[in-house]
């Protein structure tokens, strides 16, 4: 049995971190405690989901004032899972950071930006571990705050541009959540997800709770970025440090699509939003909506951060067809496919941050016979490009047969298409990129690179790896989503 | 009178709040008067959970002799908690708005536009 108090740990080691990163003097320190406190947290997750009982989570009442009165931490499947996929990705982008960041950001502003890292990833990590709604809305903000400021901080003017535009929205998208909580509060006199879940089905048919749902519904969506509110995500994730951008991709929406989740099937219930309300079939058309759209943009991008950017649209669209068939199947899928995504984009955009690292651009035009001056970037790139399309033996052949069996079994047939027909598009796009890198001459003028350096080329290549070990040994991924999936349908019956 | 009319009128004010500085927020094109838009829509929902803590008769709560009845302190300690968010949101906002003014000379969107067209 881990000591429960660890629990505690995993936000509060990062949060208390952070100030002191802000007063280290240099650039190497802040980045040596950002990079060490990120690896105990991962350690620590580690050791708290193996201690995780088969049935039932890890409870902790913060302060010692007991549920539903005081603040819980509860640590089960699905959240341990969420926990360990943020601390995994920021323990590999950050020794990656060091020579990417240091090229992308100003020196004097690298404490702030090591500071930031450390409060978004407990913001993160506070929000997959609460067990309550308010508490999660703060912790929410504790991580857009510190990402519209970690976008902001890359060396060019735009970013400056996309932070606040990303600030805007994001902040529309919290307030909406607040107001949504506390019309769930007004109604049940309480902000403790159990607790919640226990009282909320005797005042179902009001309209007070459909507005409250409503709105948290909207407001996560616009964390999520999911269709039609994913305005904020092209121009943020192509403008942020590379860094950033990666670490945003793995963790950022996956732990929106975790609220989500949890407060569809562990506070409002699956039977409230499947089956009293047609909310179900809305989100089945916005991610419909999502797949389709964003794979098609993906394809008219010149950028190719942006282009991955609008791939993230469509793979959240994945994700949340996978919730929203409201079965174990399909709600396998999602997880699944949100670890693999996780790995799959993360692994593709700090490739795209090697190529900005050398040739300081990312256009397809000037990444031209890349291939040749840079092949360990550019086959990583490619591997993990294959796997974003979904060709085995990769992680994301996995999550995508996941998610055709699961909309077979449902009967969904036009989805299962939709899924084969947006793969293909998703071999388009990729091919663009690999042709241009591979297939195309080196373009005329411009001056030889190198490749990337090793700090940055080893995290890249480990997450490639991992693409490939988790589409051959499946028992480690499909096993942990399929328990998270069965707590949450079981939870909410 | 119907009662929902007058005595709910804190969810009157909120709503009517909530739309001025929604409206605000999307149809100007001035980044500081977003900004005030965007602090006029959050201000709306701290009015709307003060107004969720009413009690009918109830005093403020402080624990005194004689009153057994006190308004629901809960929604105040949270809403405390949201000022601080919301403090800490428009500082970052407009500390954005500085760095945009220096980079762009502007701070009205559609030039800002203009200007990242011309590169």
């Known amino acids: ?493 | 009178m119907d009662p929902i009319l007058f005595e709910r009128y804190p969810y009157w004010i909120a709503i009517l709040l909530m739309m001025i500085g929604f409206y605000t927020l999307i149809s100007r094109g001035n980044l500081i008067k977003q900004v005030v838009g965007l602090n006029i829509f959050q201000t709306s929902v701290f009015i709307l959970y003060i107004g969720l803590g009413n009690v009918e008769g109830g005093a403020a709560p402080i624990l005194r002799a004689g009153t057994d009845v006190y308004s629901n302190p809960l929604p105040h300690v949270l809403i405390l908690t949201s000022i601080v968010v919301g403090i800490a949101t428009t500082a970052l906002a407009l500390g954005l708005v500085v760095r945009i003014r220096e980079a762009y000379g502007s701070i009205e969107e559609d030039e800002i536009r203009a200007k990242d067209a011309d590169g």
């Open chain 1, 1 to 493: 049995m881990t000591d429960l108090n660890s629990l505690a740990l995993l936000v509060v080691i990062p949060l208390l971190s952070a100030p002191v990163c802000l007063l280290l003097p240099g650039e190497r320190l802040p980045w040596l405690l950002a990079t060490t406190v990120t690896w105990l947290v991962l350690v620590l997750a580690l050791m708290l989901s193996a201690g995780i009982p088969e049935q039932g989570s890890l409870d902790y009442a913060m302060g010692g004032w007991a549920p539903p009165w005081g603040i819980e931490y509860r640590l089960d499947a699905f959240n341990g899972f969420v926990a360990i996929l943020v601390a995994t990705i920021g323990a590999l982008v950050l020794p990656y950071a060091a020579a990417s960041v240091a090229a992308e950001v100003a020196p004097s502003k690298l404490p702030g930006f090591y500071a930031a890292f450390l409060l978004l990833l407990a913001g993160l990590l506070g929000t997959t571990i609460t067990g309550d709604i308010f508490n999660l809305f703060v912790f929410l903000e504790i991580s857009s705050l510190s990402s519209y400021i970690l976008v902001s901080l890359a060396d060019r003017r735009r970013a400056l541009v996309s932070a606040y535009q990303y600030l805007i929205l994001g902040t529309i998208g919290a307030t909406f959540i607040l107001i949504g909580t506390g019309l769930a509060y007004a109604m049940t006199g309480t902000l403790n997800m159990a607790d919640l879940a226990a009282r909320l089905p005797a005042v179902a048919a009001t309209s007070t709770v459909h507005t409250a749902f409503a709105f948290i519904a909207i407001g996560v969506s616009i964390k999520l970025a999911l269709f039609p509110l994913h305005l904020w995500l092209p121009n943020a994730y192509t403008e942020a440090p590379s860094a950033v951008a990666a670490f945003l991709a793995g963790t950022a929406t996956k732990v929106a699509f975790y609220v989500l989740t949890r407060f569809i099937f562990s506070v409002f219930g699956a039977v409230f939003v499947f089956k009293l309300t047609p909310f179900g079939w809305a989100f089945t058309t916005m991610a419909l909506a999502a797949i389709c759209l964003g794979s098609v943009a993906a394809i008219f991008q010149d950028n190719v951060k942006r282009l991955l950017a609008w791939s993230s649209i469509a793979q959240i669209g994945y994700t949340v067809l996978g919730l929203s068939m409201a079965t174990v199947a399909g709600l396998t899928a999602g997880v699944l496919h949100l670890f693999n995504h996780a790995l799959i984009k993360s692994a593709l955009f700090l490739a795209a941050g090697c190529i900005f690292y050398r040739l300081k651009s990312v256009d397809l035009v000037s990444i031209t016979g890349l291939g040749r001056q840079m092949p360990w970037t550019m086959s990583a790139f490619t591997l993990a490009g294959l796997s974003l399309i979904g060709l085995p033996p990769t992680a994301g052949f996995i999550s995508k047969w996941y998610l055709l069996t699961a909309a077979l079994e449902r009967g969904w047939w036009p989805a299962a298409i939709l899924i084969l027909v947006t793969s293909l598009l998703a071999a388009v796009y990729i091919w663009r990129v690999v042709e241009s890198a591979w297939l195309k001459p080196i373009a005329i003028g411009r001056a030889p690179v190198t490749e990337a350096p090793l700090s940055m080329l080893v995290p890249t290549w480990a997450l490639v790896l991992a693409n490939i070990y988790f589409g051959l040994d499946t028992s480690f991924t499909t096993g942990l989503a399929g328990r998270a999936a069965e707590t949450l349908i079981g939870g909410s019956r």
